[in-house]
Structures are given as structure tokens and as C-alpha cells.
């Protein structure tokens, strides 16, 4: 039986009288009264949302849309905001130049406003968006402005009833250890939201700072074939007129987007999760592909920072590609195509081996990195790849210090053209990488969680009791603690990692199965046999991870 503590009634009581919205106060008012009259869902739901605040995860502030410490609201903004603010001053940044922009998700507008308007107050030269646009375009504006910050208002591909706060230093990018904490730290030390001063003082960037980015864009394409037919889609995001923009203006004019999802709708009402990994989101994509008879297909996330391909199989059947084998492609054109001394490329340790084979064929130089594009944008010098198995590409560091749908989209479009004066298509390309590489395949698997601690309970299970074999190969088990909270095993020919998600409540795992190179006929046995090993290792990798 749940009841209200004083403790609890106190703190929300304090939280309330502190908090600058009057609507936010009057949703948690009503709760607390509730909470207060007996009612066990109130008191259980005013625990949730003053069980702490948000934490800076893997790019900054994410979480639910509601009133209370733990979620995204007007109060939480501006005390992130004063601490990022004295946090900046502490690093000898005091009166830079701050950019700040937004996606159109519910809350984005008055986040990004109150979060202006705290830095202007503490005496920051800020320039603010005048629209909502993607993510990469305020981390092209970060590192082209020679900005000290960068503050992203967006929840990027999580449910429609999150938003975030994403910010980016050091030259546009993402925050890295131990600056998340010193942040959280200085956070922790501002006093009252409704105490926080804040000034109207800023500076409006128009039109211009689009066409700046776009025109990075613009200039990406290596080759010069531009016949072709795309269909695309930004699931209700911020993506789809700067997409159609930048593939306009370099030369991609058929261009068919998803109707229904080109508008930004916060409620993103025709996908479940507007995320293109989940099964169903690019369902109207794909059928929109087919319709216009397209030679790709492209999904961007809602803030646009991820890029999906889609390709018509050799049945005729419509299929996405996963983020591996996009990043495969991607990384031989930039290696196959650049005119840098001495290129590098980078992924992380739960992506696919086969770029490091790719690289190495080049002569190139090729890194590993933990999880994230803030490990992957400081993997080195000379870099002019990084790619994710999450959708996440970075196909111009120079530019964009993070994952660029857009740019990904353009250069994969570019490809895709040059394949097709060929006569060729983008599988015939990755058919290409088999038979130089071998066939190398990857799953991913996601355990959503109710209850967070169920992550850390399966974490130390499998640590105590480790499997000894996958799909009848033998393997071995590596922690890879405390560099990351990472389980790696490895055997002949397969590799499985385990690791909690970084910005969503699930436990992860990354399966790897290879096979050695073989002949173009040889080829589809070795698919199949690599496929039968992959789907005895998915059953069981699944079975450990059941609740």
C-alpha cells in the first residue's frame, strides 16, 4: 500500500512554489491533492516525478513532457540552463557566443525560449533559431559561429511524449565525461527556477544560417550521375523540407515524400514510435517506394540526425537496410572516393567488424570507439567517416561534429546514381563487399524495461553466470568495465555484446555472424549459413535476456 510521506509531500510541496509555470504548478498541484486525499496512483505518480532529476546521459537531458524534477518541463530548463551558464563561466567561457535551437516537439518552443533567455541574463552573446530545424544543422551552427555551446531542444527518435535538452561544446560536439557530471554538479547548486533571472536580449538567426549548412551539404557528391527516383520520409519531424532542399540542390530532383509525414506533428500520429529501427515505421516509406517505383528509399529520424536506406530486394519485396550495412557502403564510397593523406575511419564496438576490413583494403587507418558519437568525433585526426549501427552517420566531420541524416542521405543518394549509370544497384555494391570481405551480418536486439532496475540485475546474472557457447560455438567472455558497462563475446566466425541502452530504458545486444570471402556464386550459401547461425544466436541471446 503506497502512502504519502512527508517527506514526499514536502518536496513536492517546495517544487511547486518554486516552479515559474503556472500550468506546470497547477498539474502537479492537482496530484499532490490527490496524493494527499489517499489515492495510491497519485502518491505512486508523485514519487516517479520527484524521484530526481534528469541526468546528463549519453547526449544531455531527456524525458517525459510533465511537471516535477524528474521530467521535462519549464523549471527543469531553466535550472539546467543557470548551471550549463555557470558551468560555461567556470571554463572561461563567460559572454560567448551560445546557439540555441529546436525541434517541434510538445514544449520545444518554450524550452528553447526560457533557455535563451537564461543565457542571455548571464551575460551570453545567444543566438536563437528562428524555426525549428534539425539537430545537425545547430551542430553545423556551433562549430561554424565558433560557439562556446550549443543547445538543442529535442528528444530526437524517442516516444512523442519526451523531450530533451541536447547540448554540444568544444567545437560542436557532443559533451563528454567529465563534464556531464561537473554540469550536473553546477545544476544541483542553482536555487529556485522561478528565482533564475532571465532577458529578452538575443539575437535571431534567419534563413541564412539554413542555406549555410545546406550548401556544405550541397558540395558533398563525388560523382556526377543524377538520375534518380527517391522516396523519403521525416516521420513527422523537422527533416523533410531541409531533405528535399539539400537533395534539390544537389542535383536529386525526384524526390517523393511520405505525405503523411512531412508536416511536423508532435503526436506523430501514423507510427507508433518514430524511430526508423522499429519494426513499422517505414511501412508508408516503403509503399510510397514501390509506388513511385523508387531506386531508393530514405527515413530520417524526427531531429533528422539519423539516416535509414531502403532498397527493392531481388524479389521485388521493399526491405530497410540496416544501420550496418548503410555504414558499410558508405564508408567504401568515402575511402573509395576521398583524396585525404591519410584518412581514418571510425565505428564503435557494437557495430560491425566489417569496416575495419574496408579500411585496411584502402590502406586507411581504423578506429573503435565506446558507444556514442562523442566517443566516435574524437577518434582522431584525418577522420572522414564514423558511422553507428543506430541509423548514425557522419559523412562530413569537417562540418558536423556529430550523426548527419541529411548529409548521409545526399552522399547515399550519390551512390546510389553513380551505381545506377552503372546499372547496378546498392546490393549489387554490398554483394561487392562479400566477395572482397566475406559475409558478415549483424542483428540488434532491444529489451524495453518497466522497471530500470531489472538492467543491472541481468547485467550482474550474466557477469556471474556467462554463456559458454552460441549457436553451438564455443566463445569467450570479456567485461569490458570500467572503460564501459559492456559484456563481449567472441567466438570462430560469431561476436555478441550486451549493454543497457544510454538514452532509452532497454538492455541491448549485438549480434555478429561471418563467414570467410567467397565467389559471387558462392555467395548465397554463405548467406545462408551465416543466416542459420545468426538466427540460433538471436533465439538464445533472447532467451538470456527474458524477463
Known sequence: MSRLTPDLRDRALRWIADDPDPAARAELQQIAARAMGGDESAVDELADRMSGPLTFGTAGLRGPVRAGPHGMNRAVVVRTT????????????AGGVVVVGRDARHGSEEFAADAAGVLAAA?????????????????????SLRAVAGVQITASHNPPADNGYKLYVDGGAQIIPPADREIETAIAAVGPAVSVPLAGNVTTVDDG??????????ALPRGTARQ???????????????????????????????????LPDPDFPTVGFPNPEEPGATDLLLARASEVDADIAIALDPDADRCALGVRGRDGVWRMLSGDETGALLGEYVLSTT??????????IVSSSLLGSIAAAHGARHVLTLTGFKW?????????????????????????????????????????ATLRAQGRT???????????????????????VADLATIPTLMSHLRAHPPLEFAGIPVTAEDLRPEADVLRYTGPGIRVLIRPSGTEPKIKAYLETSQPPAPQAELPAARAKSEQLLAAATAEVSALLAP
Open 426 to 448: 546498392l546490393l549489387d555494391a554490398l554483394d561487392d563487399l562479400a566477395v572482397k570481405h566475406g559475409v558478415v551480418l549483424t542483428k540488434q536486439i532491444s529489451l524495453r
Open 376 to 416: 566516435l568525433m574524437r577518434a582522431g585526426e584525418g577522420l572522414v567517416y564514423a558511422y553507428e549501427e543506430a541509423l548514425g552517420h557522419s559523412v562530413d566531420p569537417s562540418h558536423v561534429r556529430d550523426k548527419d541524416g541529411i548529409s548521409a542521405a545526399v552522399l547515399a543518394c550519390d551512390l546510389a
Open 82 to 93: 543557470a548551471g550549463l551558464a555557470s558551468w560555461l563561466a567556470g571554463q572561461g567561457h
Open 339 to 348: 583524396d585525404a593523406p591519410d584518412p581514418l575511419v571510425a565505428t564503435t
Open 209 to 218: 544560417a539554413l542555406q549555410s549548412y545546406l550548401d556544405s551539404v550541397i
Open 123 to 143: 551575460g551570453f552573446d545567444v543566438r536563437v533559431l528562428a524555426h525549428p530545424l534539425p539537430t545537425p544543422v545547430l551542430a553545423f551552427l556551433t562549430r
Open 228 to 262: 534518380l527516383q527517391v522516396a523519403a520520409t521525416a516521420l513527422h519531424g523537422v527533416g523533410a523540407g531541409p531533405l528535399a532542399l539539400a537533395l534539390h540542390g544537389a542535383g536529386f530532383i525526384d524526390v517523393a515524400l511520405v505525405a503523411e509525414q512531412s
